[in-house]
């Protein structure tokens, strides 16, 4: 039997804020646009100081960010996780599936998030950013599975990027879909496209 640790009350009142924080930004920013939505008015939709966001978030940009923060965590797992005898391409489908599953199970938030980082141009740097921190986790992992060195050997990194590309092709046509094309249908279709690269090496 596994004991999980007790979430303690602290931890819980934290949780509580920022998704409070969270919820009213994406709300202003989705109607107003990045741009025009002050901290103030986020604070003040959330009906907390301006001390307490700033003990959350650094800016309104990590406030968005935010929603994608796990998401590295999560596709690192999910690919330590897969079966050492898959086929690189299923392995790092199942891997960036786990995000694309998530955006999908929150439609209308994800969707919001995804639009504003995709046309707000300092959000769109900060995605990027984190991409690279997620390329590096992944080229980690990949090399971990073939047993091969990430600085020596271009495969790990690449595979990872053409992962993350996928990923972030998938965003953009489920945003520029309105959310009518479904991202797993697409990611399907995308790993469908990258398998026989990603295959021929190993």
Known sequence: MTIHPEVSLAQRKRRLVSDELTGAALKLLAHKGFDAVTVDEIVATAGVSRRTFFRYFASKED???QFL???GTGMRAELAGRP??????????HTVRVPVDACAGHADQALRVVRLIMGTPSLLARFLERQAQWRD??????ANRLNVSPKTDLYPRLAAGIALTVFG???????????????AT???QAFAVVAPALDAVV
């Open 63 to 65: 406030v968005v960010i």
């Open 69 to 71: 923060a796990d998401m």
């Open 84 to 93: 050492a005898q898959e086929p690189p391409s299923v392995a790092l489908r």
């Open 137 to 142: 986790e992944l080229a980690a992992e990949v």
């Open 169 to 183: 092709t998938v965003l953009q046509r489920w945003s520029d879909s309105d959310g009518a094309e479904d991202p």
């Open 186 to 188: 697409l990611t399907d």
